[in-house]
């Protein structure tokens, strides 16, 4: 017998952590009235207000590391493609 997990739509989250913001129900409260877990709704708590910190910067800060993710990335498959391409010359060579 499996366990189905409810999932949850951004915007059920989102209600969720705003009200958990706002403070004007316990965690407790909010997890009876939402049947969601206290932890769970602690973590979406966190997660919202981290995403705050950023929400005013435009999106500057996720695109910059969006963009060194993507270097470190391409970096690693231009090492990966010389260091093939060097076996390939060896290879050739001792034929």
Do not use: C
């Amino acid at each position: 017998m499996s366990v189905q997990r409810k999932r949850y739509s951004s915007e059920e989250k989102t209600k969720v952590a705003v009200e958990a913001i706002k403070g004007q129900k316990t965690i407790n409260e909010l997890a009876g009235e939402y049947g969601v877990h206290p932890t769970q709704i602690t973590q979406w708590k966190k997660h919202a207000l981290e995403e705050i910190t950023t929400g005013f910067s435009g999106g500057r800060e996720r695109r910059e590391r969006t963009d060194e993710a993507l270097v470190a990335s391409l970096y690693q498959e231009i090492g990966q493609l010389k260091m093939e391409m060097d076996w390939l010359k060896k290879a050739n060579r001792e034929r």
